[in-house]
Nanobody, 124 residues
Framework: QVQLVESGGGLVQPGGSLRLSCAAS????????MGWFRQAPGKEREFVAAFSSSGRSTYYADSVEGRFTISTNNAENTVHLQMNSLKPEDTAVYYC?????????????????WGQGTQVTVSS
């Protein structure tokens, strides 16, 4: 059974940084595409970043391009999301997700497994 557990969320001031982690059991990250999504109160879950294991490529939403970086630690079977230059509009619950494919996707419905989420709050 696949389980994903996020960590690293918290309260940060605008312009600050956070590093989220997603630890997996029951699945090897390097063999499947992984994604990060977020959901703010009253809004739909939206795509943030993804990693494709087929070409080991990454893809980002326009709103986070240049500020966020997705990476993997194969030895620890962990996916990270480094978030820099954070803005109040980045405030949301962040989820990691895994899909049974080597190709990334931007639609939440394309992912098969989800973590419980970690809260990120950007506020002064």
């Amino acid at each position: 059974q696949v389980q994903l557990v996020e960590s690293g969320g918290g309260l940060v001031q605008p312009g600050g940084s956070l590093r989220l982690s997603c630890a997996a059991s029951g699945r090897t990250f390097s063999s499947y595409a992984m994604g990060w999504f977020r959901q703010a109160p009253g809004k739909e879950r939206e795509f943030v970043a993804a990693f494709s294991s087929s070409g080991r490529s990454t893809y980002y939403a326009d709103s986070v391009e240049g500020r966020f970086t997705i990476s993997t630690n194969n030895a620890e079977n962990t996916v990270h999301l480094q978030m820099n230059s954070l803005k109040p509009e980045d405030t949301a619950v962040y989820y990691c997700a895994s899909r049974t494919s080597r190709l990334f996707a931007t639609q939440a419905a394309s992912y098969d497994y989800w973590g419980q989420g970690t809260q990120v709050t950007v506020s002064s």
